[in-house]
């Protein structure tokens, strides 16, 4: 039989406590947050500890550290504190009508191919929609998910997450490419460029472990190839484009990024131009993420149903 958890008394200022004690090693710390002395907190602790039955904590040289069944308590209050918030933000939300906030997290792709241009809809349609948008790496955007700074996400459950921790709806493959500076050596080669050629030059790439990077080195051993040999290793876009435009390094990019910066808005070459290799490049599905058991607030729900009908080209969100 499960314990009760309610019944034997556990209250939100005990969530409270336990969800900073996810985020500190000191005691004092985590009271200090909260507005509480030490020994309040300490109180707290012990009775958390009756009426789980169990240790919370155990004391470290850094201060404390939390038992198994502290981190898996801690994890849950989190989560719960999470819907009591999005809780309020959905009764303002449903009070003001169509208006509010909405944290959106993507992979570099399909931020640009299909967020973008939903975002253009939702602006024109909920002009007091504020919306914020976070790109990166899949690994960064999991822990925003799960600790409530993100609405939703287009991107991939990292390997050394708990995949139970998400709803994952699988969406696409992320097709990739090679990119180049527009007058590279490269570019005077009869297409394809085999993928021995490219070897010849500095690449960037993302870190190890990372989807296109991973992908890249595999379509290499497929060749037979070795890896590069001059890799500048980087999580930035930015940095990875400017590199790419001012040296004669090439980069693994998603297909939709590269068509972005191929062509500029008067129909003009850009500034760097993928390069049409016997290298095939396509990266594992990205999903629509959200935390398990989250309930999405009325706006987060309107601005997803726009995101999704841009990738599927169906409404999916009623």
């Known amino acids: 039989m499960s314990l009760d958890l309610l019944r034997r008394g556990m209250k939100i200022s005990h969530l409270r406590l336990l969800a900073e004690l996810a985020k500190h090693t000191r005691l004092t710390d985590a009271a200090s947050a909260l507005g509480m002395s030490q020994p309040a907190a300490s109180r707290l602790i012990s009775e958390v500890e009756r009426v789980a039955e169990a240790d919370i904590y155990v004391r470290s040289g850094r201060g404390i550290e939390l038992t198994d069944i502290g981190n898996k308590l801690a ?3 989190v989560r ?7 809780a309020g933000r959905d009764i303002e939300q449903h009070k003001s009508g169509q208006s509010g906030h909405v944290s959106i997290g993507s992979v570099t792709g399909p931020a640009i191919e299909y967020v973008l241009p939903a975002i253009r809809h939702v602006r024109l349609s909920y002009p007091d929609i504020s919306i914020s948008v976070e790109v990166g790496p899949s690994l960064d955007l999991a822990p925003m ?3 409530g700074r993100l609405d939703f996400s287009l991107s991939r459950v990292p390997v050394d997450e708990d995949p139970d921790l998400f709803e994952e709806r699988p969406l696409l493959r992320e097709p990739a490419c090679l990119v180049a500076r527009t007058d590279h050596p490269l570019t005077r080669l009869a297409a394809p460029v085999p993928a021995e050629a490219l070897l010849g030059f500095d690449w960037v790439l993302p870190p190890v472990g990372a989807p296109i990077r991973t992908t890249t080195e595999q379509a290499l051993r497929d060749k037979g190839l070795g890896l590069p040999t001059k890799v500048l290793t980087t999580s930035s876009f930015l940095f990875t484009v400017a590199t790419v435009q001012r040296t004669n390094a090439i980069a693994a990019v998603a297909q939709s990024v590269a068509s972005s910066f191929a062509e500029n808005a008067d129909g ?12 095939t490049l396509s990266v594992e599905t990205y999903s629509f993420l959200t935390r398990k058991g989250q309930v999405l607030t009325p706006v987060a729900r309107i601005v997803a149903r726009e995101v999704l009908r841009a990738i599927t080209g169906e409404t999916i969100l009623a």
Not at 80 to 86: P, R, S
Not at 268 to 279: N, R
């Open 80 to 86: 719960i504190l999470q819907e009591f918030a999005d």
């Open 268 to 279: 003009s070459p850009g500034t760097i131009t993928a390069l049409e290799s016997d290298l």
């Open 75 to 77: 994890e849950r209050c």
């Open 145 to 147: 998910l799960e600790d």
